[in-house]
């Protein structure tokens, strides 16, 4: 079936530098697509969504881009802290109901 | 942004016993609610979705008397999981929709499954 998927499993990044997360989804219905964190033991923490009608969106030093033509979604973090250290998941809402949650990128930030 | 609690934590139990698990949204009410669960280094996958006052949607595969889902009031949605073997110990994750109505899920904190 059609599901949404990440480029790379591990990322691993230097304090201070960008991050720059890459997931490929393959429903060109979906209409709204959210970035989740998720530490050690815990639930996913919402970090940025975007609508299909929308191609960039900024928050606070993170950034999520959307290329439709390519089905491909990104997401951009500024200055990574070692607090950044996590599994992201971008998740996708075909249907305006359940999400449907790629395999996810765990990032490690070095000191 | 909304607050869903999950409760317990995290809980042990033994091969043929139940669990309950509760999920709670606490600062608005979620007519749907949906569980997931994780296994180590995996994805979330969707189990079910929980409609207030009407039986639960199961997902292909999962089985919806191993877990029973009720969905009594507008703030709390329950995962029981009997008979609990090994193979059920894992990560079970609850979500509501926000008050907004919009698509965004909040997400309870997880419940650590052992069964033993």
């Known amino acids: 079936g059609e599901s949404v998927g990440l480029h790379l499993p591990t990322l691993s990044v230097q304090e201070g530098d960008n991050s720059i997360i890459n997931c490929a989804y393959s429903?060109?219905?979906?209409?709204?697509f959210i970035w989740y964190k998720q530490e050690s033991g815990k639930g996913p923490q919402f970090i940025i969504d975007?609508?299909?009608?929308?191609d960039k969106r900024q928050g606070q030093r993170v950034t999520v881009l959307l290329n439709k033509t390519v089905k491909h979604l990104s997401l951009q973090i500024a200055a990574t802290q070692p607090g950044d250290s996590a599994v992201y998941f971008c998740?996708?809402?075909?249907?305006?109901?359940?999400?449907?949650f790629g395999k996810g990128t765990s990032l490690l930030v070095t000191p | 942004g909304a607050v869903v609690s999950q409760h317990p934590s995290w809980v042990i139990c033994k091969s043929g016993t139940s669990v309950k698990i509760e999920c709670r949204s606490l600062?608005?009410?979620?007519?749907?609610m949906f569980w997931y669960r994780q296994f180590p280094k995996q994805s979330l996958m969707l189990m079910a979705t929980?409609?207030?006052?009407?039986?639960?949607?199961?997902e292909q595969g999962v089985e919806k008397d191993k877990f029973l889902i009720n969905h009594a009031s507008l703030t709390l949605s329950t995962l029981t999981v009997t008979s609990a073997h090994p193979e059920d110990s894992s990560f079970y994750i609850c979500?509501?929709?926000?008050?907004?109505?919009?698509?965004?899920?909040?997400f309870g904190q997880g419940t650590r499954l052992t069964v033993v």
């Open positions: 975007i609508r299909s009608n929308m």
């Open positions: 929980s409609n207030e006052g009407s039986k639960a949607t199961y």
């Open positions: 429903n060109s219905a979906s209409d709204y």
């Open positions: 979500s509501a929709l926000g008050g907004t109505g919009w698509a965004e899920a909040f």
């Open positions: 998740a996708e809402n075909p249907s305006g109901y359940a999400l449907n």
């Open positions: 600062d608005f009410q979620a007519t749907t």
